[in-house]
């Protein structure tokens, strides 16, 4: 059964990661909090997703990012189940969660706001569905520890490394993509901080998934819809 867990709060806005750690060491910290499988409740296809895609005005360069992003989500989803690593992966959720992952970057980026957090309050009213926006509110940062054998988190942790493996609308490694961010937006040395734990965590992540997976996903790629590692 795939379910969402609520998690605790912290208290501690500077680091939520480290100050969770101390919280929730082991999954019977979590709190007794589950729900139906994410197929129960309404799941938009790929069309859908393009519809709310015309109705939140997302850009063409964004659009072209979520799909590259899609694809290496459904890819890892795909090895994760034909591993055994993910049995309880709903493909059409990892599908939505990927393609909405970004639906609020432009009203942020032109009104201010995080988009992470806007784009999963968007997502759940508009799908309804908290595991789809639980994956797109997490896709920056994952403030908890990184454990994949945690069924609730596997598809927030799937989405999470996908988007830190495409730079604009092209697969590349961890290094590259971070190294952008840094160009980018690294304005300050607390931005540049934050973007190296974020590197740190993402690494963290491709370490986890390659060790479940039994693929290094270092330069793994899709290739018709599958990983294939090393692919031009």
């Known amino acids: 059964m795939t379910a969402t867990v609520?998690?605790?709060?912290?208290?501690?806005?500077?680091?939520?990661?480290?100050?969770a750690a101390r919280r929730c060491m082991t999954v019977d910290d979590l709190p007794p909090i589950s729900f139906a499988p994410s197929h129960a409740w309404p799941?938009?296809?790929?069309?859908?997703?393009?519809?709310?895609?015309?109705?939140y005005a997302m850009p063409d360069h964004i659009r072209a990012?979520?799909?590259?992003?899609?694809?290496?989500?459904?890819?890892?989803?795909?090895?994760?189940?034909?591993?055994?690593?993910?049995?309880?992966?709903?493909?059409?959720?990892?599908?939505?969660?990927?393609l909405l992952h970004d639906i609020a970057k432009d009203y942020t980026i032109r009104?201010?706001?995080?988009?992470?957090?806007?784009?999963?309050?968007?997502?759940?009213?508009e799908t309804g569905n908290p595991h789809i926006a639980q994956g797109v509110m997490h896709h920056v940062h994952w403030p908890w520890r990184v454990d994949v054998t945690v069924t609730e988190w596997f598809?927030?942790?799937?989405?999470?490394?996908?988007d830190k493996r495409v730079k604009h609308d092209r697969l590349v490694t961890l290094e590259e993509r971070f190294d952008d961010l840094v160009e980018r937006y690294g304005r300050t040395e607390r931005i540049r901080e934050r973007i190296r734990e974020s590197h740190e965590q993402a690494v963290d992540i491709e370490r986890a998934l390659s060790e479940r997976l039994g693929?290094?996903?270092?330069?793994?790629?899709?290739?018709?819809?599958?990983?294939?590692?090393?692919?031009?």
């Open 6 to 19: 609520e998690m605790p709060f912290t208290g501690d806005a500077e680091t939520p990661r480290e100050a």
């Open 43 to 55: 799941v938009p296809d790929a069309a859908a997703c393009h519809a709310l895609w015309d109705r």
């Open 65 to 98: 990012h979520s799909s590259m992003v899609a694809e290496m989500a459904m890819a890892l989803a795909r090895a994760a189940l034909a591993s055994s690593g993910g049995a309880d992966l709903h493909l059409p959720s990892v599908l939505a969660s990927a």
């Open 111 to 125: 009104h201010g706001g995080n988009h992470a957090q806007l784009g999963g309050a968007w997502t759940l009213h």
């Open 155 to 162: 598809l927030p942790l799937i989405i999470i490394y996908a």
């Open 215 to 232: 693929i290094a996903l270092h330069d793994a790629a899709p290739r018709d819809g599958e990983l294939a590692v090393n692919a031009d």
